[in-house]
């Protein structure tokens, strides 16, 4: 027996399904479709979701919602992949965002990507963390993060396709790109320093004739979040030159997430890339 609730919400053009702590299944090995399927149910459908994975051919819970396998609730349907098939079923289809993800994510599923084609790092860039290892939660905390960058990258566009570089697109640009890395605690108080030094390197190095010393970008022992995207997430050489500074210094995980979040950014930022 399923048991979950449902509030209808209503809005002018649809009328939409939000489940409220649903118990969902998928199975085990997440790839690029699973990942992006998580990461839009616990956005934009059922923010209380619980998951459980599974192997191929075990028997499913009694009252879950499942998803992303053969026979499941929701899974494959002509051209479309699963996330397709899920902004589809929760009336998500008016939100330019979600489509234009939908886009890269359809592309991996289809195979259809060219050699130096974004659908195809993204599939590399999970196939990468699988083969180092990292168990499905993480590859779906990582890639939940990087969907939640490249989602506000595409909803801050104006009428012309720019991005328009206010005070608030920068510090919560910043924060989507570094608050993951450190939430850590056990690596937050290296990587706070990384930045530091990072920041006062790579105001030094540009060429308007002043220097930043690395406190800063600190206030009250806090990343002052607009600084950061000015001297690294934005500055003369990006988060590229971040990279290259920090690689010997953080583990994998840290440093594909940020590797990534850089791909991302060259990917739907016109600017300074």
Same mark, same amino acid.
């Given at each position: 027996m399923r048991v979950?609730?449902?509030?209808?919400?209503?809005?002018?053009? $649809? +009328?939409?399904?939000v489940f409220a702590g649903g118990y969902y299944v998928t199975e085990r090995n997440v790839e690029t479709d699973r990942c992006a399927s998580i990461w839009l149910i616990k956005k934009f459908i059922d923010p209380e979701a619980t998951f459980t994975f599974i192997d191929p051919g075990d028997t499913v819970p009694d009252g879950?919602? @499942? %998803?992303?396998?053969?026979?499941?609730?929701?899974f494959h349907k002509g051209?479309? +992949? !699963?996330?397709?098939?899920?902004?589809?079923?929760?009336?998500?289809? !008016?939100?330019?965002?979600?489509?234009?993800?939908n886009e890269f994510v359809n592309d991996v599923f289809a /195979?259809? /990507?060219?050699?130096?084609?974004?659908?195809?790092?993204?599939? #590399?860039h999970i196939a990468l963390l699988r083969e180092n290892g990292l168990a499905d939660e993480v590859i779906i905390g990582i890639l939940s993060s990087e969907f939640d960058l490249a989602y506000f990258l595409l909803t801050e566009t104006n009428v012309n396709g720019e991005i328009v570089e206010d005070v608030r %697109?920068?510090? @919560?640009?910043?924060?989507?790109? %570094? #608050?993951?890395v450190l939430k850590h605690d056990?690596?937050?108080?290296e990587f706070f320093?990384?930045?530091? $030094?990072y920041a006062a390197k790579a105001c030094s190095d540009c060429h308007f004739g002043f220097r930043v010393e690395a406190e800063e970008i600190l206030v009250d022992q806090e990343l002052d979040w607009q600084a950061l995207a000015d001297y690294v997430v934005l500055g003369p050489d990006g988060m590229t030159g971040l990279l290259s500074d920090i690689e010997s210094n953080v583990d %994998?995980? !840290?440093?594909?997430?940020?590797?990534?979040?850089?791909?991302?950014l060259s990917e739907l930022v016109p600017i300074g890339f």
């Amino acid at each position: 027996m399923r048991v979950y609730f449902l509030t209808i919400v209503f809005t002018l053009s $649809n +009328c939409v399904a939000v489940f409220a702590g649903g118990y969902y299944v998928t199975e085990r090995n997440v790839e690029t479709d699973r990942c992006a399927s998580i990461w839009l149910i616990k956005k934009f459908i059922d923010p209380e979701a619980t998951f459980t994975f599974i192997d191929p051919g075990d028997t499913v819970p009694d009252g879950a919602i @499942t %998803f992303d396998f053969f026979g499941a609730d929701y899974f494959h349907k002509g051209p479309d +992949c !699963t996330y397709t098939s899920l902004v589809k079923a929760h009336g998500l289809h !008016t939100d330019g965002a979600l489509l234009k993800i939908n886009e890269f994510v359809n592309d991996v599923f289809a /195979w259809r /990507w060219g050699k130096d084609a974004f659908p195809r790092k993204l599939r #590399e860039h999970i196939a990468l963390l699988r083969e180092n290892g990292l168990a499905d939660e993480v590859i779906i905390g990582i890639l939940s993060s990087e969907f939640d960058l490249a989602y506000f990258l595409l909803t801050e566009t104006n009428v012309n396709g720019e991005i328009v570089e206010d005070v608030r %697109f920068k510090s @919560t640009l910043s924060k989507l790109v %570094f #608050e993951p890395v450190l939430k850590h605690d056990e690596t937050r108080g290296e990587f706070f320093k990384l930045l530091q $030094n990072y920041a006062a390197k790579a105001c030094s190095d540009c060429h308007f004739g002043f220097r930043v010393e690395a406190e800063e970008i600190l206030v009250d022992q806090e990343l002052d979040w607009q600084a950061l995207a000015d001297y690294v997430v934005l500055g003369p050489d990006g988060m590229t030159g971040l990279l290259s500074d920090i690689e010997s210094n953080v583990d %994998f995980p !840290t440093f594909e997430r940020l590797r990534f979040s850089a791909l991302i950014l060259s990917e739907l930022v016109p600017i300074g890339f």
